[in-house]
């Protein structure tokens, strides 16, 4: 069984930043291509960025190019999301998941994850 637990969401100003943070526990990390993403009340669950394994690669939705950064530690058994530039609409819970040791661009469907985190509420003011 795998365990995600993701940190670092909070309130922010319109413009500012914040790092989501994914630990991972229970089987070896580096085995799972990694992706966060995020879902506002009452709709879908919404692709936002995936790593590959080994970080050799990334893939991002267009509402996150440019603005926010995927990354992962395999020694920390983390991954990692830098959000930059945020904005009122960025206001949902972010969700981590690990799935497959795929390419990220195959990675950005909801339903290729087997484990998931809890969910972090961001909210940015405007």
């Known amino acids: 069984q795998v365990q995600l637990v993701e940190s670092g969401g909070g309130l922010v100003q319109a413009g500012g930043s914040l790092r989501l943070s994914c630990a991972v526990s229970?089987?070896?990390?580096?085995?799972?291509?990694m992706g966060w993403f995020r879902q506002a009340p009452g709709k879908e669950r919404e692709f936002v960025a995936a790593i590959a394994w080994d970080s050799g690669s990334t893939y991002y939705a267009d509402s996150a190019k440019g603005r926010f950064t995927i990354s992962r530690d395999n020694a920390k058994n983390t991954m990692y999301l830098q959000m930059n530039s945020l904005k009122p609409e960025d206001t949902v819970v972010y969700y981590c998941a690990a799935g497959p040791p795929f390419l990220p661009m195959l990675l950005v469907r909801s339903s290729s994850y087997k484990y998931w985190g809890q969910g972090t509420q961001v909210t940015v003011s405007s």
């Open positions: 229970g089987r070896t990390f580096s085995n799972y291509g």
